[in-house]
């Protein structure tokens, strides 16, 4: 997961989980902070798990809205790269 950021004034905890598709079952779970306004570098992108397929789900303490975000998948044999928007969940 990449290009995480935080939109408001109050620093937010997160939490993001893999899970493996179509099992569902948990690939990976990662906690993380980013402060107040903060985006993070290109060193604080992390590689929850290569080679997998699967959803990731970002939960956090900031408030309904506050992250804004992306996940990029990279297929190593082309290196074409895809890029999904996080979204927030309706209410």
Known sequence: MSGRANTRRVA???HAVVL?????????SR?????PHASPGAERVTTLVPGSA????????G?????AGKAVAIE???????DTPLTVRPR
Request: no cysteine.
């Open 12 to 14: 937010a905890q997160r």
């Open 20 to 28: 493996e598709a179509p099992t569902g079952s948990l690939l990976a």
């Open 31 to 35: 906690p993380f902070g980013l402060g």
């Open 54 to 61: 699967g959803t990731i789900t970002v939960t956090h303490d």
């Open 63 to 67: 408030g309904y809205g506050v992250l």
């Open 76 to 82: 190593p044999a082309t290196g074409v790269s895809f």
